[in-house]
């Protein structure tokens, strides 16, 4: 009987060592992966070349704002080709700036998931 007991505890054990170093192993990886995504969205960010504003016209197609030093370029953008359009004046465009990004947070879009869900997918 005692034997039983004591197997009991070392398949606890077994299972406990294996949820910890699960664990340990998902920490590692999240945190590695927020490290080298900081760091290549750092090292890709240039200087002299920035893209503004990105307006989707269809599944391969986008107008897009660029920087390229001091002017600002509206090029197309397709699948296969980049095709430079004009030169844009920046009075007219609506820049923000490096803090001003918007993002919703997850809770105010899952209300809003589950409002839509209930009138029965209806956006209105």
Not at 43 to 48: A, E, I, P, S, V
Not at 78 to 102: A, N
Request: with cysteine; proline share 1%.
């Amino acid at each position: 009987m005692a034997w039983c007991l004591l197997a009991g505890w070392e398949d606890i054990s077994q299972l406990l060592t294996v949820i910890a170093i699960f664990l340990f192993v998902l920490f590692i990886t999240y945190f590695t992966t927020r490290f080298v995504g900081s760091y290549e969205k750092q090292k890709l960010r240039g200087r002299n070349i920035e893209v503004i504003d990105t307006c989707r016209i269809s599944t391969s197609k986008y107008l897009q704002i660029v920087r390229v030093g001091s002017k600002f370029l509206a090029i197309g953008v397709s699948r296969d080709q980049i095709t430079f359009l004009s030169e844009v004046d920046p009075d007219g465009l609506e820049l923000i700036g490096e803090g001003d990004h918007h993002t919703e947070d997850f809770q105010a879009i899952l209300k809003q998931a589950k409002t839509i869900l209930s009138r029965g997918g209806n956006k209105k």
